[in-house]
């Protein structure tokens, strides 16, 4: 939501901007804009839409020699996607700039009182009205850091934020408030950025800022202060070990199918390490939760939001069967705002990709105050969530940039198996050579998926030939594969806007099903499973009603290509492994036919990765 970058150093400011922001566009899109200091002035552009748009402004202006700026892409909350709302935002006199991520909560009441002591607005965002606070505050003492500290005080709500102020043109402030920021530091240059991609091609070295931090940045300089009073931090850098590479393309032609073919590489690194083949033990040392506590807990509840939410679905599958502990799933924006009955015997699992989601943080925030221990499947080191967690268990998946999630999801699952066999060896209630056959196995479906990957998407690549021009499409799967069912029909409704909607295949008589005629596509799921029989008695009321099917089962399994002529067989594996391989033609079903009707795949109308906002 919204991408901020920073820079101040050596080198010219604007190719550095605009690769940050290249490599944050998948935060928001609505709108671009930047900023630097030149001959004690600032000089600012903006454009409506894609960075692309910011690029053929800015072009011939790349040689200017100043060596401090920021940079800003939007997804719009307060105001439309215009010119005049994107971002940097200045003060009444020009001279002072702002970016912005996040919500100012409280800018009519400071609007109010800004207006009435002559400021004059431009915008219609949030944002502006920082600017003009902090130009207010600069009216008391010409003190850029006094002043954003003062006005911070003043504000209410999240923001990470980037100044720059003309009178003072050597300094670059920032700060944070519920809203992810990073600063990157190098011998001769200081970095701020939303998220660390922006930061790979520069450096690798990060400082994370917490809640109410603010740093002050100057040519390989820096200090962090607390907002509140003032006091100086000192802060760790840590160093990242993802590369630049991994934020390209690699000859893909979108990031989404760059990051479906990198899902089997996603699992093993998630894997890899933690299980010891010879004997099926796990080790999670990050978990930060003893045996005792483990042993202690007598419910667990998974909070998470969107694809992060049916990797949920599908843990409570695993971990009720193999563990026998009740697991509660809770979409974070609800679980945030109900009663909730956690206590310190309930283990709180959050899943998140990015580990910033505003829902999902708040969602563990608050079971953090009930008592409850918090664990973090996350894949963003240093992220807020896992600062904030008892414990973490890091999907190796990689930096996601396509919007739609793909190898994070599969990564999340393969992480959630481990957890299960680790609470099972804890709890001893999954016997070793169970364990480690479980294990085995989930090493084992990398190399499965790997060797379906391209058979898979030339079959689908042919198949949608038939199913492109669908105005809907019905989802369906049972048990462990009702959860696919939901996420296949997010895919296909993210990134191609077909309506789509997932249901637990025996749900479909009790009203869907009278969606169905000739005109309606219906992918079933149906794995030879424990309720296999059940799902082809459901596929058959489909056909009875002359839906259209496309069906996804297993190889050798005749009854299915009686039933129509669009199947996608796939090997026999564990069944309790079969969302990961099932997820595969569900993502790249999705992906053809978004590609085939021309959307924009990796950065779909409407979204942005990283939901920072409520
Ligand atoms: C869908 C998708 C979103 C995210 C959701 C949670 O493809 O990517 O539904 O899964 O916004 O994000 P994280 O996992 O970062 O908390």
């Keep these: 939501m919204c991408g901020i970058v920073g820079y101040v150093g050596t080198r010219r400011v604007v190719p550095i901007l605009l690769e940050g922001l290249r490599r944050l566009e998948y935060r928001g899109y609505d709108s671009a804009g930047l900023v630097y200091s030149f001959d004690n002035r600032l000089v600012r552009y903006r454009a409506k839409g894609k960075l692309a748009n910011l690029e053929a402004v800015v072009d011939e202006y790349i040689g200017v020699a100043s060596g401090i700026g920021l940079g800003h892409t939007r997804w719009a909350t307060h105001g439309a996607p215009t010119e005049g709302n994107a971002h940097p935002h200045t003060d009444c006199t020009g001279e002072l700039v702002v970016v912005h991520n996040g919500i100012i909560e409280n800018y009519n009441a400071l609007k109010k009182e800004l207006m009435a002591k002559g400021h004059v607005f431009t915008s219609e965002t949030d944002t502006e009205v920082l600017a003009h606070l902090i130009e207010d505050c600069l009216k008391e003492k010409r003190d850029l850091v006094a002043a954003v500290r003062a006005a911070l005080t003043l504000v209410e709500g999240s923001y990470a934020i980037g100044v720059l102020w003309a009178g003072e043109p050597e300094l670059l402030v ?9 600063m990157g530091v190098a011998a001769d240059a200081c970095y701020i950025a939303s998220d660390i991609p922006a930061l790979l091609p520069f450096t690798r070295e990060v400082i994370f800022l917490n809640d ?15 907002i509140d009073d003032g006091s100086e931090l000192a802060k760790p850098v840590s160093l990242i070990d993802w590369n630049a590479s991994m934020a390209e393309k690699a000859g893909f032609r979108h990031f989404m199918l760059k990051e479906i073919f990198e899902q089997p590489q996603a699992i093993l ?57 009740p697991v509660e799933v809770d979409i974070a924006s609800e679980f945030r705002y109900r009663r909730l009955l956690v206590d310190e015997r309930t283990l709180t699992i959050a899943i998140s990709q990015s580990g910033e989601t505003a829902d999902t943080l708040a969602g563990i925030r608050r079971a953090a105050q009930l008592g409850s221990r918090v664990l973090t499947v996350c894949n963003v080191v240093g992220s807020t969530m896992t600062r904030e967690a008892d414990g973490v268990i890091y999907t190796h998946a990689g930096p996601e940039i396509g919007v739609a999630s793909t190898k994070a999801f599969t990564s999340q699952l393969a ?13 001893k209630t999954i016997d070793p050579i169970t364990r480690k056959k479980l294990g085995l196995s989930l090493i084992d479906i990398a190399e499965v998926i790997a060797t379906e990957l391209p058979r898979l998407q030339t079959e689908i690549s042919a198949l949608i030939e038939g199913y492109y021009e669908a105005k809907d499409f019905l989802f369906v799967g049972r048990g462990l594969n009702f959860p696919i069912a939901l996420e296949g029909a997010l895919k296909l409704k993210e990134i191609s806007y077909i309506h789509a909607e997932g249901y637990a ?13 000739r005109e309606m596509p219906v992918v079933a799921l149906v794995p030879r499973d424990s309720v296999y029989l059940k799902t082809v008695s459901n596929v058959e009321e489909i056909k009875a009603r002359q839906g259209r099917l496309v069906l996804f089962g297993t190889s050798g399994d005749e009854h299915l290509s009686t039933l129509t002529d669009d199947v996608l067989y796939l090997p026999d594996v564990m069944e309790d492994l079969n969302p990961l391989l099932y997820t595969i033609p569900a993502q790249l079903l999705a992906y053809e036919i978004a590609n085939r009707r021309g959307c924009d795949v990796d950065q779909p109308r409407n979204l942005a990765k990283s939901v920072t906002v409520e």
């Design 174 to 182: 920032a700060a944070r408030n519920h809203s992810p920021l990073v």
């Design 415 to 427: 992480a959630l198996f481990l957890l299960t066999l680790y609470l099972g060896q804890t709890r």
């Design 212 to 226: 109410r931090e603010m740093a002050v940045l100057g040519r390989g300089t820096y200090t962090i202060q607390q």
């Design 269 to 325: 690194n998630t894997v890899s390490g933690r299980i010891v083949p010879d004997t099926g033990f796990v080790d999670l040392p990050e978990i930060g939760l003893d045996y005792a506590t483990l042993d202690a807990i007598d419910r667990i509840a998974l909070v998470a939001c969107g694809t992060s939410w049916h990797a949920a679905l599908i843990a409570k599958y695993w971990i009720e069967k193999w563990v026998g502990i």
């Design 505 to 517: 295949a025996g749900e479909l008589k009790h009203g869907p099903i009278a969606l169905i005629d």
